[in-house]
Structure formats: C-alpha cells, structure tokens
C-alpha cells in the first residue's frame, strides 16, 4: 500500500480530476479550494455548538467530501496551499468529524479506510508536519479522551485508536489491516517532526507495542500482530534521534520497558533468516536495525535513571521525568534517515471509494 516518496506523486496518476488539479496554478483557485474545503468540514463542528437543537442540519454529502478531500491530499498545490492560509488543523479536524457522521448507509469500515488514506497522505508532507506543531484548541471527536497537545497528538491519537480497534479484526478483514498498516505508517510520519507526544498518545502506543510483542504473536512471526513492529520501532527511533528532548512522556515510557526491549532483541537475533523468504528476512532486518539503537541507549541511561531515583527518595513518575538525560548524544548512532510514507493507488482504497460514493447515492 505504501509509497516512501516524500509527497504524494500524481504525475503517472490515470484519475482525470487530479490530472485537472495538477494544472491549477492560480493562488486565487487554490484559495477557493481552500476555504471552499473547510467551510464544508467545518459544519459538523457549527452543528456540535450550536445552543439550540437540531438547528443546524448537517449537510447529506459528508461521506462523499471526505472522498474529495483524499483526492485533494495528493495535490500538493492544495496541501501547500491549505499550510499558508494557516487551515490545515482546521482541515484535519473537519476530516476526523465528517468521518465520525458517517450514515447508517455507508460501511463505517470504508469511511475509516478513507479517512486513514487522507492523514497518511497529508502527512507525508513536511510543511504539514510542521504545522501540527500549533496547539490544538478545536473541537475533539467524541471517542476521543480529552488532551493537551498539538496537532500531532490528534492525529497520532486518532491513528493509534484505529489502529488498536483494527488489530482484533485483522485476520479476517483486509480493510481492518489496511486501516492499521496506514495508521502506524502515519504515526512514523509524525514521529520525526512532532515536538513531543502527550501523555495519551504515548499510553497507547506502548499499549500497541506490548500487545504485539506477546510471545504468542512473536511465534507467529510476520503472520501475527508482531507483523506491525517495525513500524512501532521505527517511530520510537525516529523520536528519539530527531526530538528526544522535548519527548519525555515517549522516552520515560521506552526506559520503564527496557526489559520488554531486551526479550524483544533477544528473539529477533535467534531468527533464522539464511534461507528464509525475503519478506521474512526483512522483517527481521527491520526489527534489528530499529532495536540495536533504542536497547544500546537503554543499557547506558535506564542504570543512570534508577540510580537518581533511588538517590532523591522519588516515588512519583512525574518527577522521575525531571531526571531524564538532557542529552542523548553520542549514545546513540548518527541519526538514520527517516521516511515519509504516502498511499499508491490501489484497489482496496478504491473499493472503499466506490463504497461510499455508490451507497450515498
């Protein structure tokens, strides 16, 4: 499903409406797409705010922007566009609502595949990234907890709370392993450029972590949950080698689990790959060349951390944050280059496309 180009790439794309977008270069018709996109978004969070009920009525066709606005994000006019009018939050927070209004006949799971495909897209944009650093004040989605945090953390959020629904139904739903495929990717684009994850965020990353890390599912190797490790290990690696500092709550969380590290290294080393089918022999290379860094930094700072506690008497995790290492330099090696992840066009993106244009029809 994935593309690790840096931003959505049209040019071979056969869909003559984005062929049409690739022509626009007029500020003044970006804008109009622009402000255009977000009026329409925005009417799920007027309707939530309104004092008086039922109104404001939302409009029928919800379902069918989120379509639209999937094409869109592969425009990079659109996207750069949507950055320098300062709307791209707004964006993003329109596409979570529409997505939770989805009709009673629309498939949920094709609106969550399309919903994936629109943050990963987004996200593969550097410029994007960056402006999800601004604090989010807006209007959260109702099966999201309440947080203090930025941008980043109501995608990284969102994705993860996907991605840990969509891991039960893996096995017998290919849209449920595309909808977490695309989730984690998201996550690793945000991973780089995020200015540290809120406390939410991290508790459910690691939850995702140790439940693909159970024993049962390292035995089933590529074919079980232990399928999506390398994506989980490449975000954490890319956090802490790009934005340790301001990433307490992440590093914390990596050095309380130093144990679930070293089983974890311990077992991909044992694997045998000489032999083995590529597929198989990558997935191990992706787990090794993510955990020698992050088990390395674990041996050297966690002996550090629990010695502090135990010097200053501190029961409270809080305050065990404070000790953390200012600095990770030169315990790590020099940082890898990081990947930004798009959507290809691909048939079961387009299944779920045609879903929800057909149904609303």
Known sequence: LNSTSGTPDDSCAKNE?????????SEREVSFMVEG???????????????LPNSLRLPPFLSELLVLVFH???????????CEEEEILNVVEGVLQAADKTPEHVSETAVGVVEAAILLNLTAYREVCIELDEEFEGDLPDELPDFQGSGA????LRVLTQAAESLGKCKASKSHMNIAKMGLATFSNLAPFADGFCVEVTSRMFAIFERCSKPSQLKRGRAGLATFLPSLLEAFDSALQYKYSPNTNLAYGL????ALFEELASWAAGVPTEGAAKEDSDFVQGLQVHLTPIVGLLKVTVPMLEAEVEKQEISSSEEAKDLLPRSILG?????????SRSLRPCAPLQLSMEHVLVNSV
């Not at 869109?72 to 949507?82: D, N, Q, T, W, Y």
């Not at 315990?331 to 990947?339: G, K, N, V």
Request: proline share 6%.
């Open 17 to 25: 409406f984005r062929r049409l977008l690739l022509a626009i270069t």
């Open 37 to 51: 996109v977000v009026t329409l978004l925005g009417t799920v969070s007027k309707e939530r705010s309104s004092y």
């Open 72 to 82: 869109l994000s592969r425009c990079p006019k659109f996207v750069e566009g949507a």
């Open 153 to 156: 953390d109501l995608i990284a």
């Open 255 to 258: 050095m309380t689990r130093q």
């Open 331 to 339: 315990l790590m090696p020099a940082p890898h280059a990081f990947q």
